[in-house]
Structures are given as C-alpha cells and as structure tokens.
C-alpha cells in the first residue's frame, strides 16, 4: 500500500524556537496533504490542508503565521511551528492523498513535539 | 454541518468476546465516504475500510465486518473473536468535501481494551 513518512518522528525543543516537520508520499504522488493535530486521548483536528504549489488553507482558529505549510512538491510538504510554546506540544500527523485508486487518504506516523 | 459521534469513550473486553465500535454521522452531502482507522499505541493510524455512500452492503474482511444503515446514519464495526492485538484506540472518520480539498472529520475515538 502507499507510504506517507514523517520526519522527525520525536522532537523536543525550547520555548521560542522553530521546528521543522517533513511529511512525504514515497510511492505516490500527493497533489494533496492534510495536517492534523492530536492531543493527548483526543481526536485528530485538521489544522490545514496543503495543496503543491499554493498556499495552505488553514482551519478556523489555526494561526498561518504560526504553523507554517509548504507543499512545495507532489510529495513533500513541511509544517514549521514558529516561535514553538510549550502549548504547542501535541502529536501532529500528516496525511497524503492518493488520488489514483480509491482516493484514499494515507496517513504519516506522526511526530511528537514537546516544548520545553 | 457535518459531524461524527463515537458515543463509546472505552471498551473494556475479555479475549474471544465480539466487540461492536458504533458510529454516527451528520452530513447533508448526497455522496459522501466514511472511513474506519486504527490507531495502535504506537500512534500510526491505519486504514481498515472505505465505504462510499452509495454502497449500503455490508462488508467482512476477516475478523472485521462493518454495518452501514443510512437509514439510521450510523456506520458500525464489529470484531469477532477479539484479540490482544486489538486493543487501540479506532476512528471513525467522514469525508468532508469542499474548495479546499478532502479532508477527513474524525470522531472522538472508542479506546478499546483487550484482555487476555
């Protein structure tokens, strides 16, 4: 089946630095890439969803300025999370959408950050 | 709106037992898809089944059949036989389809546990 990766897999960091997160479709391409944020025994929410060579959309209540998205290939897309605050801690997980066959979405393993 | 309800915060059950996860969706979308994910402690989702809304018959895949009734809105999962390798927390998930894309709306979760 089709392979969506996450890197890192676990980040710590200070309060006030930026962190990087790489989501990328191995064997297909994505023209499409969700990202999601889960808190602890929560669901997942959508944050934004990312199309190759435009801008993000972002949910309601998600700050852009923040958590930055580029989707700068049909299979790599980054959330940089900007000026990071412990609040920020949580599982974030991309998700890549397989246009061909069932138009299935495949989701990454996900990366936990934790601000310290 | 649109909207899915997983009213089973945790299942607790004893190996061997038949276990039904239940489902509940809102959508005023003709045509929509539903989805069912695993997300084991490792916290990767995986995908189990994609049903599209015009497709009311019910599926086996071994140990797992899925219910949907649009008639009651509800699109169940049942294991028969459970097992250890089971216990995860499983989502049920909606399609939602607008300019953005195709992003998917997740149900709170049903965290089952099974016990040998």
């Known amino acids: 089946g089709a392979v969506v990766s996450q890197h890192p897999s676990r980040v710590i960091c200070k309060s006030g630095t930026s962190v990087k997160i790489e989501c990328r479709s191995l064997d297909f391409q994505a023209t499409t890439m969700f990202w999601y944020r889960q808190f602890p025994k929560q669901s997942l929410m959508l944050m934004a969803t990312s199309n190759e060579g435009s801008k993000a959309t972002y949910e309601q209540g998600v700050e852009k300025d923040k958590f930055l998205i580029n989707h700068a290939s049909l299979t790599l897309s980054t959330l940089t999370v900007t000026s990071a605050h412990p609040e920020d801690s949580s599982f974030y997980i991309c998700?890549?959408?397989?246009?061909?066959?069932?138009?299935?979405?495949?989701f990454g393993p996900g990366t936990r950050l934790t601000v310290l | 709106a649109q909207k899915v309800t997983q009213a089973q915060t945790e299942i607790s059950v004893v190996e061997k037992e038949d276990v039904t996860l239940d489902c509940v969706y809102e959508?005023?979308?003709?045509?929509?898809?539903l989805f069912w994910y695993k997300q084991p402690p490792s916290g990767e989702l995986v995908f189990l089944i994609r049903r599209n809304s015009f497709d009311e018959q019910n599926e086996i895949s071994g140990r797992y059949s899925w219910n949907f009734q649009k008639s009651t809105s509800s699109f169940n999962f049942t294991i028969t036989a459970s097992q250890v390798v089971d216990s995860a927390v499983y989502f049920c998930a909606l399609r939602r389809v607008n300019q953005a894309g195709t992003a998917l709306i997740f149900g709170k979760g049903t965290t089952l546990s099974v016990s040998s």
């Open positions: 959508t005023r979308d003709t045509t929509y898809y």
């Open positions: 998700s890549a959408r397989d246009v061909k066959g069932w138009d299935t979405q495949y």
